[in-house]
Every structure is written in structure tokens, then in C-alpha cells.
């Protein structure tokens, strides 16, 4: 049963509002709905618990590793925590899906994710669930490292925040009815 999420981004106020860091977005907005404070947890990573319901503990976990090295973090998360791949939710952005658009798949590929692939190398498995937010094709003339470290633009924002609001009312359902209702109620 779910009930690891990780929000992937990178650490520090530098790239807090980029592209990048959708993830961490998501998992701070889940934390604010449950009133919880992220704290340090035994490894490179941040981690708050709620409860959902009457016996169901959950754990949101910010790596600390920045994105290329997420797996290293969820991999101990996972392990201090005692969760196994079929627990985990693993949310990030993805330049493949236009902007505005979430996807939930039960495993897959990297699709050119650095953070992804990191995951799936550590855990010698594409077979774990995300949720992956669009933030559109960078500019023909751009190169994807900048256009990821890149803040949204002004006309963007709107649209993020009706993103994030999307992708936590998705992880949630996916705590209560499971990763198939989500696919189907939630993918765009």
C-alpha cells in the first residue's frame, strides 16, 4: 500500500521556484495540508510522517542529494524508513508533457530524467509508481540543463499552482483508491 511519496528537486532557495523542483513543491504542499514541518532524517534527506485515517502512517521525503543523486536518498529513506518499492510514490517534472499536465504511471522509464534514472539504478527496478508534471519542451535554441534551473515565467504561474493543486489532490487519491483510480481519474 502507498504511503512513501518523494518530491524530487534540489536543495537550497537558489532553485526553489524552478522547473526542477515541482516535486518538492508537491510534498511541501502535502506537508502544509496535514500541518506538518519537514525535519532531518537518517540520511541525506527531509522527512515529515502524518497520519491518514486511524492506523496508516505516511512519510514525505525531500532528498538532499540534488537531482542527479536522488536514488542515493530514497534508497536509504526507504531502507530507514522500512518501505519497499510498492509503497513508494516518486513525483517530478518532465519536459516530455506540456505544461499543466500530470501523469501517473505504475513504472516506466527515465524519459531522460536524470533524477529517475538515479532512482531506478538504485533500486535496480523501473518497477515503482510516479507522478510526473509537465513544464513543457524548453525553446529549440535552449539548452535542457538551463531550461530546467529556470524559474516559471510570469504568464507560467497560474498554471503551475493549478498543477501542484492537481498533482497533491492525485497523490492523495492515490493513499486512499489506489493507482489505478488516479490513472484514470487524473491523467490528462
Do not use: W
Not at 85 to 110: H, Q
Not at 120 to 130: D, E, K, T
Not at 146 to 152: A, D, M, P
Amino acid at each position: 500500500m502507498l504511503n512513501l511519496i518523494v518530491g524530487l528537486g534540489n536543495p537550497g532557495d537558489k532553485y526553489k521556484f524552478t522547473r526542477h523542483n515541482l516535486g518538492f513543491r508537491v510534498v511541501e504542499a502535502l506537508a502544509g495540508r496535514y500541518h506538518q514541518r519537514f525535519k532531518p532524517g537518517k540520511g541525506d534527506y527531509l522527512v515529515c510522517s502524518a497520519r491518514e485515517g486511524e492506523n496508516r502512517d505516511i512519510f514525505l521525503v525531500k532528498p538532499l542529494t540534488y537531482m542527479n543523486d536522488s536514488g542515493i536518498a530514497v534508497l536509504n529513506a526507504m531502507d530507514n524508513l522500512a518501505q519497499g518499492r510498492e509503497n513508494l510514490l516518486v513525483i517530478c517534472d518532465d519536459v516530455n508533457l506540456p505544461l499543466g499536465t500530470i501523469r501517473i504511471r505504475e513504472k516506466g522509464t527515465d524519459g531522460g530524467h536524470k533524477g529517475l534514472r538515479s532512482i531506478i539504478y538504485q533500486l535496480n527496478s523501473i518497477g515503482f509508481n510516479r507522478l510526473r508534471m509537465g513544464i513543457g519542451c524548453p525553446p529549440e535554441d535552449a539548452d535542457l540543463e538551463s531550461f530546467v534551473l529556470q524559474k516559471f515565467e510570469e504568464p507560467e504561474k497560474q498554471t503551475v499552482e493549478k498543477m501542484i493543486e492537481k498533482a497533491c489532490e492525485a497523490a492523495e487519491n492515490m493513499l486512499i483508491r489506489g493507482v489505478e483510480d488516479s490513472m484514470s481519474r487524473y491523467n490528462d
